[in-house]
């Protein structure tokens, strides 16, 4: 049977992905936030590695963060953090 919930490896991956992009944008968690429609605790607990994040989330994230939905979810190279 497989897991219902993701890895935290994956969990791990989403956090350090949104978190660089977003300081690549220069926008604190609120400001995410606001452009997402999302509150900003959420934005921390997904930085923090606690939320599950919805498709649809993973889409509004990816926009807002001007990358893919597959970036997001990749390992980055530490050059590129």
Do not use: W
């Amino acid at each position: 049977m497989m897991p219902r919930t993701p890895s935290p490896s994956l969990r791990a991956v989403l956090a350090e992905n949104v978190r660089t992009f977003r300081k690549k944008h220069g926008y604190s968690q609120e400001g995410l936030a606001d452009l997402c429609e999302l509150h900003r605790t959420y934005i921390g607990s997904v930085e923090r590695e606690e939320r599950n994040v919805s498709l649809s989330t993973l889409e509004v994230l990816a926009q807002a963060l001007k990358v893919s939905i597959p970036e997001l979810l990749t390992p980055r190279a530490k050059h590129d953090r």
